[in-house]
């Protein structure tokens, strides 16, 4: 296998979508907690829903377990009902942030702007963005995959600097593989991870796209992890499903290492 740059320690995060209590999130958090090895294999990121994140924050301190919220807004603050800004997700102990995932583009609205702009608010204040991209199934029918991930890519980071792009983590998940029990094959996550990785050096630079971390997202299970992972340019996984009970996320965090 070839060797990777040592800033792509491979990432297993947890998005809990909208699933969890604040009750439930503390005990799955604890168990997590407990559960993972010292130090842990893979860099591990729990993104549970704003409402437990606190509880959640208080469960990880002084764990490796870092915090992620799912989405954030793009101003400080003002009067924007309903909306949470990225310096109120450093505030309740986040260190990393999901922006742009499919659910958030197909059912509210997110376009490749506002991902942008949550971005470029997220990073100045000093959270880490996790952004997601990936094409649809009629997309991928339509032999429009990579097209649709050029797109992505060139809106999304349109106006960031190289220094910028170097602190994203960046999830390709397509959308008919999330949620759907239709995984990827690994040849097709790496032929889009491979082009992402090579859009990224055409845009920022080769020591960006080099170090940037691209993790896979879309029905990882403890039993396809090691082949995805396995794949030169997939530096991890952003698991949905499979991160909802301890048993199988450690499973995750233990294998997800290359
Ligand atoms: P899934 O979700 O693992 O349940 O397919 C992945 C995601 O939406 O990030």
Redesign the pocket.
Known sequence: MMNTPESRVPLI?G?W?MHKTIAEATALAQAVRDGISNPPPAEVVLAPPFTALAAVAQVLSGSPIQLAAQNTFWERHGAYTGEISPQMLVDAGCQYV?IG???RRQYFGETNDTVNRKITAALSAGLKPIV?IGETLKEREARETLGRISNQIQEGLAGLTAGQVERLVM?Y?PVW?????R?ATPQQAQEVHAFIRQLLQDHFGAQVAGSLRLLY?????PDNIRELIGEPDIDG???????LKADSFLCLAALGQR
């Open positions: 995060a998005n979508k999901i995932h499919s659910e997601c999830a998940e593989a999330i949620g759907t029990g995984t997202g879309g029905s990882v299970t996984a952003l698991v949905g499903g499979a991160s």
